[in-house]
């Protein structure tokens, strides 16, 4: 059910994700049209009221030309107009300039075009341009720094602004200047925006700002859902191990129960013989609960920080080959050989001599625990020298370790199972405790293992100096 919710919770984040980047590149696509839009107007704009404000200095030059010099100006559409129907058209003229300026008749203007002879360059008037490309992109609610240029019709440049930065100049706008005259009058004006980029991308700022909040809040979803499976699997294991614990307390206390009542039923006679069996067992039993109690207990001092070590230079190869001797009649008894290849010329380490030689004897341990029932246990341990660490090598040919399984193994309470719970001894300590005092002596250690095959320890202490 757990799996269910946090695969459908996941799908959900994924996909309100996808929807707010789409939302945010639409927003994206439609602040450019709009940005284009406004600048292609404001452009058109300006184009026309550059054409305007040249045909309006043209009519009042033309009116002072006529109302001065009227008998020495003539033009093949003049010819037949009188004065006083001069000084009429000229009235006439004023009052629509004063009044009405769109109402120039289209013919009108395009007389008033090809009068002039002035090449481009000397029409233009930049200042009166820039003006009014300022006005026309603020009127149309821009409000971004801009930059032009000037180029004629054959694509000659002709003026630059003098500010002007080509950041951004790959994406310009072009506009005609004066598109009614012949096409050698003409001019183009380009300008661009060097904060283009940020003034479009600036509309998705609260969204991506949302995709953020979106995406922190997926991560600690799926940091939650990885520390509730791990609490689970936590308790799973510290299940087994209360179960593993019940188990091995119950045939100490059964056998110390047992013994207790045949001595204490007088209606047995209980030779000498029987009552120093008896006591025996008893002790041996205290003695094992002594043990796995105290293994516990040590183990949280150790978890706690409580531990303290004696440390001091030792010849880990004597320390190795004492263990070896006293753990080697236990792998005779279970019909196994041991063999010892103590090879380092360095082997002093600084150690605890006491939970060091602990750390060889559960590895060693381990090998009995899960050898094979198929073929003979075989034990293998080697030192050599790798730089300034000395190479420790617990080696068997025990039924092995599964990659799945050895990630884990040296995590407290966690135990490699053999298909029954309780078939192998102990409570999931032995190597947690063994990684726990390699590292406090300034040591690491790792597992390689095949599974049929065996596991090989490796362990690597710094040279004693």
């Not at 107007?41 to 026309?48: M, P």
């Not at 598109?179 to 479009?200: A, L, W």
């Not at 995406?215 to 299940?239: C, D, G, M, P, W």
């Not at 008896?278 to 531990?307: D, P």
Request: aromatic residues 10%; negative net charge; hydrophobic residues 40%.
């Amino acid at each position: 059910m757990i799996w269910t919710n946090c695969s459908v919770m996941g799908v959900c984040f994924i996909v309100l994700l996808y929807l707010q980047m789409q939302y945010a590149n639409r927003m994206i696509a439609l602040r450019q049209e709009q940005f284009d839009e406004s600048v292609f107007r404001s452009l058109d704009h300006a184009s026309r009221n550059l054409e305007r404000s040249e045909t309006l200095d043209y009519l009042q030059e033309l009116m002072l030309l006529y109302g001065d010099t009227l008998d020495s100006y003539n033009t093949p559409i003049m010819t037949d107009v009188t004065q006083s129907g001069m000084r009429e058209f000229q009235k006439r003229i004023r009052n629509a300039y004063v009044y009405e300026r769109e109402v120039l008749d289209e013919v009108v203007l395009r007389v008033l075009y090809a009068a002039s002879e002035k090449d481009f360059g000397e029409r233009l008037d930049t200042d009166y341009l820039e003006k009014e490309l300022e006005a026309n992109l603020r009127f149309n609610g821009i409000e971004v720094p801009f930059h032009y240029r000037i180029f004629s019709s054959d694509g000659v440049e002709l003026y630059r602004c003098a500010d002007y930065n080509p950041q951004g100049e790959e994406y310009s706008y072009k506009q005609t200047l004066f598109r009614n005259d012949p096409t050698g009058k003409m001019g183009i004006v380009s300008v661009h925006f060097p904060e283009q980029n940020k003034y479009i991308n600036g509309v998705a700022d609260m969204v991506v700002l949302a995709m953020i909040f979106t995406l922190i809040l997926f991560v600690a979803f799926l940091i939650t859902v990885y520390l509730i499976v791990r609490q689970r699997k936590v308790s799973e294991i510290k299940n087994d191990f209360i179960h593993n614990m019940t188990h091995e307390f119950k045939t100490p206390i059964s056998t110390i129960s047992i013994a207790a009542q045949m001595l204490s039923d007088k209606t047995i006679q209980k030779p000498a013989e029987m009552y120093e069996r008896l006591s025996g067992v008893i002790f041996a039993e205290t003695k094992r609960l002594r043990f796995q109690v105290e293994k516990v207990l040590q183990m949280s001092l150790y978890e706690g920080g409580n531990i303290a070590l004696k440390i001091q230079p030792m010849d880990l190869n004597l320390l190795i080959e004492s263990v070896v001797d006293t753990f080697s009649l236990k792998v005779v008894q279970n019909g196994g050989s041991i063999d010892t290849h103590l090879n380092a010329s360095k082997a002093m380490a600084d150690v605890d001599e006491m939970h060091f030689t602990n750390v060889i004897f559960n590895l060693m341990d381990n090998a009995v625990k899960y050898k094979r029932n198929d073929v003979p246990l075989h034990l293998e341990i080697s030192t050599a020298n790798t730089g300034d660490y000395l190479c420790i090598e617990v080696k068997d040919n025990g039924i092995g370790i599964s990659k799945e399984n050895l990630k884990r193994i040296f995590d407290k309470f966690y135990r490699v199972h053999t298909g029954d719970k309780h078939d192998v001894k102990g409570f999931g300590l032995g190597l947690a405790y063994v990684r726990k005092m390699v590292m406090l002596m300034h040591g690491n250690i790792k597992a390689n293992s095949v599974m049929g095959r065996g596991t090989t320890f490796v362990i690597n202490m710094p040279v004693s100096k």
